[in-house]
């Protein structure tokens, strides 16, 4: 069992910024951070493999979201630039996949924390 507990929403104008932590019980090779606005299906916004040997952005927020592990630690972070107001979203950090199923399929993943809310004003 891994438990997750998010931090760091809350809520901000467009182009503002916001770290997200995610602190996890014990390790995983795959770490994720999801989001899900009201009446929209959960989307996978980063995923990092391995501590970063590999790294999947959502096309959405390439280039303005970074994603970081510290496994001494065992959290993960999602750093947000450039919000806009369509990042607005309760964002879900969740952690690995199980045997078979695929990173991609937000179904295969098996824990996940709480979530905490990230509202983006115009």
């Known amino acids: 069992q891994v438990q997750l507990v998010e931090s760091g929403g809350g809520s901000v104008q467009a182009g503002g910024s916001l770290r997200l932590s995610c602190a996890a019980s014990?390790?995983?090779?795959?770490m994720g951070w999801f989001r899900q606005a009201p009446g929209k299906e959960r989307e996978r916004v980063a995923i990092?493999?391995?501590?970063?040997?590999?790294?999947y952005y959502a096309d959405s927020v390439k280039g303005r979201f970074t994603i970081a592990q510290d496994n001494a630690k065992n959290t993960v972070y999602l750093q947000m630039n450039s919000l806009k107001p369509e990042d607005t979203a309760m964002y879900y950090c969740?952690?690995?996949?199980?045997?078979?199923?695929?990173?991609?399929?937000?179904?295969?993943?098996?824990?996940w924390g709480q979530g905490t809310q990230v509202t983006v004003s115009s």
């Open positions: 990092i493999y391995a501590g970063g040997s590999y790294v």
């Open positions: 969740a952690a690995e996949v199980r045997y078979g199923g695929a990173w991609s399929s937000t179904i295969d993943w098996i824990y």
């Open positions: 014990g390790s995983s090779n795959y």
